[in-house]
Each structure stands twice: as structure tokens, then as C-alpha cells.
């Protein structure tokens, strides 16, 4: 028989630029909500979003809703479709690492537990930033994170620290347990083969924008 510990797990494909469309989508949906629209179709968000029709319609069927001929899809059941396979619909704790400016406007983005992450905590290792509140969220010494991610069965991590303090943070969310750690260092983090990183750079995105306009003068 062979030896479990030798057979190499089967990674989960997830669909990342459907996702990444399906939240573009989400955006596009709460405004129609707000103004009323109870009916949208693929074609109507197509020609919104400059989207390809038949790509909505794919990637709108990874949720298991079905459009209505003629009509098209319920809005509000169509948001209530992605949101649930977003994970949108559910509450996920989560812990920061890095009570800096960058944190602290994370903090106190109200949207973000719309998107199913509610920051539970942050932790810093500057004793002029521990022990105070950011909209009603502690920050406390990154001592207590072990204790505290086992007590609360918190998963996910949000980095916002330093390149230079980065490693050891996502060092110490391993060790307490964190899979999953949003990161806004700019660092390749280190990390077990199990842990899942979702990078966001702020540099890279800045580049690619200013290289844009640069492309469009010239053209």
C-alpha cells in the first residue's frame, strides 16, 4: 500500500481571471440594485463593462444561476449567486499585521466586510501603536497572535507591515496557524507549500498605468 505521506496533493484549480471578472461584475450589479434595474442580461453588462456577451454567460454559470429568456437574470439574485460563490455572503476573521498607515486606511475601509473580511484584530511591533483602537479594532503586540488566531480560529492574514519586517510577520502567521495571507509588501514571501499567498502591488499597478499613458502620447 502506498505511503500517504508520499502521495503529493492534488492541487484545487480555482478559475482567477473568472473570479477576477465575476467581483467586476458584482460592482457593475450594486449600481444597477441601487437604481433600480430588476432585470439585467449579459449583453446590458457587456456593453457597460466593454466585456465579451459570451464570457459573462460562462463565467456567470460557475455560480449555477440561470438567465430568464428574454428577461435575463434577476439582479438581485444574480448578486446573491456571486456573492455566495465569492464567499462574499460569509463573515471571514481576519488578523493585520502592520498598523501603519497603509493598515490602519485597510482598517478603516468600510467596504471590506462587504467583500466577507472582517479584521478581528491587528498587530504591530511598535509600542506607540499597541494598545490603542482603529474603528473599534485592537491593536496588540505580535506576541499575542498565536494565542489569539487559536482562540479565535482566525485563518487569514493581511500584511501590510514593511518589506524589511515582512518575512518574519508572515513567519509568526504560519506558525499561528494563518493559510491564507494578503499581502501588500512588496516581497516574494516564503511560505509552506500550504499556505496560500495573494500578493497586491501597488507598484506593479502603478508601473503598468504610467506605461500606458506614456503609450498613449505617443500613438
Known amino acids: 500500500m502506498a505511503d500517504k505521506n508520499n502521495i503529493a496533493k492534488t492541487k484545487v484549480k480555482v478559475p482567477e481571471h473568472s473570479i477576477r471578472r465575476l467581483s467586476v461584475y458584482l460592482r457593475y450589479l450594486y449600481s444597477a440594485r441601487d437604481n433600480s434595474d430588476f ?7 457587456a456593453k457597460e463593462l466593454n466585456f465579451d456577451p459570451t464570457q459573462i454567460v460562462k463565467d456567470l454559470s460557475l455560480t449555477g444561476i440561470k438567465g430568464k429568456p428574454r428577461a435575463g437574470y434577476n439582479t438581485f439574485e444574480l448578486i446573491q449567486a456571486i456573492e455566495d460563490y465569492l464567499n462574499f455572503d460569509k463573515s471571514n476573521r ?3 499585521v502592520g498598523a501603519g498607515s497603509l493598515g490602519s486606511a485597510l482598517i478603516s475601509y468600510p467596504q471590506l466586510e462587504s467583500f466577507g473580511i472582517k479584521i478581528v484584530a491587528a498587530f504591530d511591533i511598535d509600542p506607540e ?6 474603528k473599534r479594532v485592537n491593536v496588540l503586540p505580535v506576541s499575542q497572535m498565536p494565542e489569539l488566531a487559536k482562540r479565535l480560529k482566525v ?6 507591515t514593511t ?6 510577520a508572515t513567519n509568526l502567521m504560519v506558525e499561528s496557524g494563518i493559510r491564507a495571507i494578503w499581502n501588500f509588501a512588496p516581497i516574494n514571501l516564503k511560505v509552506p507549500d500550504d499556505v496560500i499567498v495573494q500578493n497586491t502591488s501597488m ?9 500606458k ?3 498613449s502620447k505617443q500613438s
Open 39 to 45: 432585470y439585467v442580461s449579459a449583453p446590458n453588462i
Open 94 to 96: 481576519a488578523f493585520l
Open 129 to 134: 501603536k499597541t494598545g490603542k483602537l482603529i
Open 155 to 160: 485563518e487569514i492574514g493581511i500584511l501590510t
Open 163 to 168: 518589506a524589511e519586517a515582512a518575512q518574519q
Open 203 to 211: 507598484y506593479s499597478n502603478v508601473a503598468i498605468m504610467l506605461k
Open 213 to 215: 499613458l506614456q503609450a
